[in-house]
């Protein structure tokens, strides 16, 4: 009798402990932080390099001098999509190549030892497109193409098509950059952001282009570790004041030429990039909220409005 009075005292210790386990499990399943999908990443993005491959192959066939008709139909004709968008928005065509070629055959010869970094481009590109992901949800990820072209420009980029690269020219540009696998990585990620962008003007100010640029400049540091123009660093160290005083008073024209487009491959330019980047980071630094901070300088719309809100001034010192 007593045995079975304790095995009925046991079982009801079992049964109200499993109702314990029950319950404190669905108050720890009640008070767990909400479920939230994993942000957007580039599970599908595409690198692609194989137009170079098949230049360099015209090229090498043609002892280094192929005709306008061989680049045309052997080259272009049947490269990527985003090859034919980069001849189409940047007038790239065989004899457009072919007179380049003529007149700075060095641009194509020397684009060669920059064929040897692109395996490490992508990798360091899939990490740093993860990351935009992680940062920036609403992410999108078009392909990326790296092609050959008729030495300009360094890189384009569109809603559709993606980003566009032509290889001799980045490779030509050294003072971007001085190492060849950074400089492919920050240029590339910059052109990334204006996929992303939605400010596109018709005639846009010297403040709105500063902006749009130097917003691409910054979030591109963020997610790949440095900025496309990387030398302002230091060729512009104790102007900053100086020059941010001369951008104020141009910043509502529409004449950009001062502040952009005025680059080469032997020169640095385009002083708009490195303005609009400060004017980015102080937004990004004076923001509580880092992530709707992200999220304002890649959807900036209102130059003035962002300007006024971002805290900057000319000279101010950054982190």
């Known amino acids: 009798m007593r045995n ?68 045309q139909h052997d080259y272009l004709d049947p490269g990527t999509d985003g090859l034919h968008e ?43 497109l993860t990351k935009l992901g992680e940062l920036y949800p609403d992410a999108k990820f078009p392909p990326v193409t790296i092609a050959v072209g008729r030495g300009k420009p360094v890189g384009t980029a569109n809603h559709a098509a993606g980003v566009m690269i032509g290889l001799e020219a980045l490779c030509a540009t050294d003072w971007l950059n001085p190492n060849v696998e950074d400089r492919f990585v920050y240029v590339i990620s910059h052109e990334y952001i204006h996929v992303q962008q939605t400010y596109d003007p018709e005639h846009p100010t010297v403040l709105g282009a500063a ?31 100086e020059v941010e005083i001369e951008f104020l008073a141009d910043k509502d024209s529409t004449d950009l030429s001062k502040w952009f487009h005025n680059s080469s491959l032997q020169k640095s330019g385009d002083l708009g990039y490195w303005v609009g980047y400060r004017i980015a980071k102080a937004y990004y630094q004076g923001a509580t909220d880092k992530r709707s901070a992200l999220r304002d300088i890649i959807l900036m719309s209102d130059p003035n409005a962002f300007l006024a809100m971002s805290g900057w001034h000319p000279g101010m010192q950054l982190q």
């Open 4 to 71: 079975a009075e304790m095995a009925r005292k046991a079982s009801i210790q079992r049964v109200v402990a499993c109702h314990l386990v029950v319950f404190l499990l669905c108050v720890q399943l009640a008070t767990a932080t909400p479920y939230v999908p994993p942000p957007s990443q580039p599970a599908t993005l595409t690198i692609r390099t194989e137009d170079v491959d098949r230049f360099f192959a015209v090229y090498d066939q043609a002892g280094g001098h192929p005709t306008a008709a061989q680049l």
């Open 211 to 241: 902006l749009a640029e130097g917003g691409a400049e910054f979030v591109g540091e963020l997610i790949s570790g440095g900025v496309a123009y990387s030398e302002f660093a230091t060729s512009l160290k104790g102007r900053e004041k």
């Open 86 to 128: 980069f001849a189409k928005v940047r007038r790239i065509s065989g004899v457009a190549i072919a007179d380049t070629l003529a007149q700075h055959p060095e641009i194509y010869s020397g684009a060669k030892r920059c064929m040897v970094v692109l395996p490490q481009v992508r990798q360091r590109l899939l990490v740093a």
